[in-house]
């Protein structure tokens, strides 16, 4: 295909934690397979997790793992351009002027900054408030086509847009206006304690990192949600049995096997043997990760110069949008 054609996607992942097994399974591993057909721009978004406070030296620990990680999952940086978001100050100098063009009752209106307030009511600072105009920066000084996210960031996208419509109104076409790509199947990993809401770094119990050893894997496995019912069977009804749905869903996604399959390989069988089975899956699938990602880490030159080359790469679209931007707004050019 020619290179000039490829559409181009971009989004990014916030190193506030270690990545677990439903950014893989619901992100990170369909990225990988999408390099060839888009041009494809990730980065650690560092600079939005200082809006709840940070240890310094964990979030560049966790930045960097982060980096190893996206490679060892499969994202070649000779076909995406992996950065890190403050390695490109271009970010941070068009969320300044987003937020000259949102408004108070937008912001004010996006159900992840309520969530968010809530839950760090003794800080709740400017930069939680403008968030979704840094990520209307992230996104669209690379004029995507389109915005690879969850369901959850689904809102900010749509703010994206309106932003972009906005300011592509007043000063004639400036920004491609992106659309959210939401996969619909294997997108949702639910928490392994509570199987009714996202599997999340906040409940880690639920939650299966990509780093954790197999023997802890298989202990959150084995100690799974199923259901309450007495039925004790393998058997695909995500309403009345969501713990075992999402099982499922993991083994599905980890050994590719439609949930037919899985039904008849288990039948008989209960939750018994089929716990701890898919808690083997998944330890054979993470295993290579895991291991691959150490190597990666151990390799400082490697992931300097792949953070490097990604912000440079990234640098130069940045900029071009950038310099439009600020001759559209009628900033003065140093040259
Ligand atoms: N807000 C996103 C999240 O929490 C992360 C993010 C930041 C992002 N900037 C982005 C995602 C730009 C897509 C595009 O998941």
Not at 121 to 143: E, H, K, R, V
Request: hydrophobic residues 35%; neutral net charge.
């Amino acid at each position: 295909m020619n290179e000039m054609k490829k559409k181009v996607m971009v989004s990014g992942i916030q190193p506030s934690g270690d990545l677990h097994l439903g950014n893989y399974l619901g992100a990170v591993k369909n990225w990988a397979e999408l390099s060839d057909e888009f041009d494809c721009y990730y980065f650690m978004a560092d600079l939005h997790t200082l809006t709840v406070r940070q240890d310094p030296a964990a979030l560049r620990r966790r930045t960097l793992t982060q980096l190893a990680q996206y490679i060892a999952c499969g994202l070649d940086p000779e076909k995406n351009t992996l950065f890190i978001q403050s390695h490109v100050p271009a970010h941070s100098e068009l969320g300044w002027i987003l937020n000259c063009y949102t408004m108070f009752g937008e912001l004010s209106r996006m159900t992840q900054f309520k969530d968010k307030s809530a839950k760090n009511s003794d800080n709740i600072n400017g930069g939680l408030f403008t968030y979704p105009t840094l990520m209307a920066a992230d996104i669209l000084l690379y004029q995507p086509d389109l915005v690879p996210v969850g369901e959850d960031q689904k809102q900010h996208v749509e703010l994206t847009r309106d932003i972009a419509q906005r300011f592509n109104n007043i000063y004639g076409e400036t920004f491609k206006v992106p659309e959210p790509y939401i996969r619909k199947v294997g997108a949702r990993i639910m928490s392994l304690g509570t199987p009714t809401s996202k599997m999340s770094k906040s409940d880690p119990n639920g939650c299966v990192f990509l780093m954790d050893s197999p023997d802890d894997i298989a202990r959150k496995f084995k100690r799974a949600v199923t259901d309450s019912d007495r039925e004790n069977c393998v058997r695909f009804a995500p309403d009345e049995k969501p713990g075992v749905a999402n099982l499922m869903n993991i083994y599905s996604s980890v050994t590719g096997k439609t949930f037919d399959e899985i039904e008849k390989e288990f039948a008989g069988q209960g939750y018994g043997a089929f716990k701890p089975a898919v808690g083997e899956a998944v330890i054979d699938c993470l295993r290579p990760l895991r291991e691959e990602t150490d190597r990666i880490l151990k390799d400082k030159a490697y992931l300097e110069s792949v953070y490097k080359e990604g912000a440079a790469k990234a640098s130069y679209v940045a900029n071009k949008t950038m310099r439009k931007v600020k001759k559209k707004v009628g900033l003065v050019a140093q040259s």
